[in-house]
């Protein structure tokens, strides 16, 4: 006898983390010299980057039909959002990256989201909700768009590039979080 699976469905945690993004990038916007907003949104976009790496493209892949190309499209979506942000980290302009999660936040409410929704069981959707919270504490909070994009070795690298990211931002004082604005 198994137990009824808790937590939070994928969609949930992906679309709370969108307004999370998007008030961030709209903070950014306001004032573009507001480098300790500027630093939590490239933390809090890479963490939830590599977390969709990690769970929501391979659920993607393996229970929409055609979702091969549709994870793969992502992905180098993703990729060029890392090199922006990247950029931001270090002083460039933010309008280029509004933009970018801008369309990488409605891509995945009006597409990927969706037939996710539409294909998975509720108990599915829980348990990768479950893990994308999870994968996130332990993720980068840097952007680093040279590391490995694809299970299983984003899951190894992930992790250990987060522990060196996180080590770095206590010796600099870094803020990472938006509570800590």
């Known amino acids: 006898m198994g ?80 090199r922006l942000l990247s950029g931001l980290e270090r002083g460039g302009d933010a309008t280029n990256i509004t933009e970018s999660i801008r369309r990488h936040v409605a891509a995945d409410a009006e597409e990927l989201l969706p037939l996710l929704e539409q294909m998975a069981p509720v108990e599915d959707l829980i348990r990768l909700g479950n893990r994308f919270e999870t994968s996130e504490e332990a993720a980068p909070t840097r952007p680093h768009p040279a590391t490995p ?19 770095r931002d206590a010796v600099t004082g870094r803020t990472t979080y938006t509570r800590d604005l």
């Open 3 to 82: 137990g009824e699976t808790t937590g939070r469905s994928i969609i949930d945690v992906v679309a709370e983390q969108h307004r999370e993004i998007i008030s961030l990038t709209d903070r950014l916007a306001a004032d573009p010299s507001d480098r300790k907003v500027a630093s939590v949104l490239v933390a809090t976009v890479s963490r939830h980057l590599s977390a969709e790496e990690q769970y929501l493209y391979p659920a993607i892949r393996t229970v929409v039909p055609g979702g091969g190309p549709i994870a793969d499209r992502e992905l180098a979506e993703d990729q060029e959002l890392l």
């Open 149 to 167: 994009a694809r299970p299983p070795w984003n899951k190894v690298v992930d992790p250990l590039v987060g522990v060196l990211d996180k080590l």
